[in-house]
Nanobody
Framework: QMQLVESGGGLVEAGASLNLSCTASGRRIASYAMGWFRQVSDKEREFVAAIIWSGISTYYSDAVKGRFTISRDNAKNMIYLQMNNLQPEDTAVYYC?????????????????WGQGTQVTVSS
């Protein structure tokens, strides 16, 4: 069982940047595709970004493409989400997750290990 812990959230003004971190334990992340999702209140969890095991390929939602960057450090068992030019609509709880083998990158149901989330609030 993999445990994931997110950190780095906070309250910022529009246009600011934040860098989220996700630390894994229990298993090495090196063989897993990893993703970031976000959720607002009782809405469905929304795909943000994903990265394959090697880090060579990354995937983004249209809402964050060009502003957010996902990366990973397999030696440290960590993934990151650099968020630039944050906007009020980016306000959400952000979760990192490990994907099942061969699943879709974009669907939350294809991920079976989740962190507890970190709150990101962007004021206008």
């Amino acid at each position: 069982q993999m445990q994931l812990v997110e950190s780095g959230g906070g309250l910022v003004e529009a246009g600011a940047s934040l860098n989220l971190s996700c630390t894994a334990s229990g298993r090495r992340i090196a063989s897993y595709a990893m993703g970031w999702f976000r959720q607002v209140s009782d809405k469905e969890r929304e795909f943000v970004a994903a990265i394959i095991w090697s880090g060579i390929s990354t995937y983004y939602s249209d809402a964050v493409k060009g502003r957010f960057t996902i990366s990973r450090d397999n030696a440290k068992n960590m993934i990151y989400l650099q968020m630039n030019n944050l906007q009020p609509e980016d306000t959400a709880v952000y979760y990192c997750a490990a994907r099942r083998p061969m699943g879709s990158f974009y669907s939350a149901s294809e991920y079976d290990s989740w962190g507890q989330g970190t709150q990101v609030t962007v004021s206008s």
